[in-house]
């Protein structure tokens, strides 16, 4: 059974600070490795999928890796700034098509 | 598009009710899933739809719990009879996988469910 952890589970940074998000996950066997930032209150937004040929992806001032071999991810992102505070969750997909595996995100704070 | 809509975005019943939540797909999506979350175990699959069928309900805690897809704009996911353990935040979300594969999910805002 795929299992999907996410360290740190809380993060507060100052304004403008890198950061790195990470996650890690039991089963190597994936098909793709998701992104997701969910806002207090609201519903996940995708931020970045990478399929499973593919080493990374980068979307303005966030990138994320994958090392399929060692079922690890980073999400860095750059210059973080108070409008990033969100939970990031990644999620990978295995076995049955199109079934997520949800790790229980990272709380990120981004302070002025 | 107006993205995936749910409703009721918050529903507060009595054990042993029933609850009815709704939802709409993003118009030409062809897979929606049913997710549910709580403090204690994260974000769960519930069951998946591909061009209106289940795929997958392997989520589903028990048979109080029933989906349907009746056509590609709208699906539902009811409880009978409710249980205050089945307090959580219901997404439903939605994609139009490539090749086989999934494809980004969209999600919709949730339903929060308190059941007392």
């Known amino acids: 059974k795929q299992e999907v952890t996410q360290i740190p589970a809380a993060l507060s940074v100052p304004e403008g600070e890198n950061l790195v998000l990470n996650c890690s996950f039991t089963?190597?066997?994936?098909?793709?490795l998701q992104w997701f930032r969910q806002d207090p209150g609201k519903g996940l937004t995708s931020l970045l999928l990478i399929q499973s040929s593919q080493r990374e992806q980068t979307s303005g001032r966030l990138n994320a890796s994958l090392d399929k071999s060692s079922g690890r991810s980073t999400l860095y992102i750059a210059a973080s700034q108070p409008g990033d505070s969100a939970t990031y969750l990644c999620a990978v997909e295995t076995g049955t098509a199109s079934k997520l595996t949800f790790g229980t995100g990272t709380r990120l704070q981004v302070t002025l | 598009d107006a993205g995936v809509i749910q409703s009721p975005r918050h529903e507060v019943t009595e054990m042993g009710q029933e609850v009815t939540l709704r939802c709409k797909p993003i118009?030409?999506?062809?897979?929606l899933f049913w997710y549910r979350q709580t403090m204690m175990r994260g974000l769960e699959l519930l069951i998946y739809?591909?061009?209106?069928?289940?795929?997958?309900d392997s989520g589903m805690p028990e048979d109080r719990f029933s989906a349907k897809m009746p056509n590609a704009s709208f699906s539902t996911l009811k409880i009978q009879p409710s249980e205050p353990r089945d307090s959580a935040v219901y997404f439903c979300?939605?994609?139009?996988?490539?090749?086989?594969?999934?494809?980004?999910?969209?999600f919709g805002p949730g339903t929060r469910l308190t059941v007392l």
């Open positions: 118009s030409g999506h062809n897979s």
């Open positions: 979300a939605s994609s139009l996988p490539t090749s086989g594969r999934t494809d980004t999910q969209y």
């Open positions: 739809f591909n061009n209106n069928v289940p795929i997958d």
């Open positions: 089963d190597s066997a994936i098909y793709n």
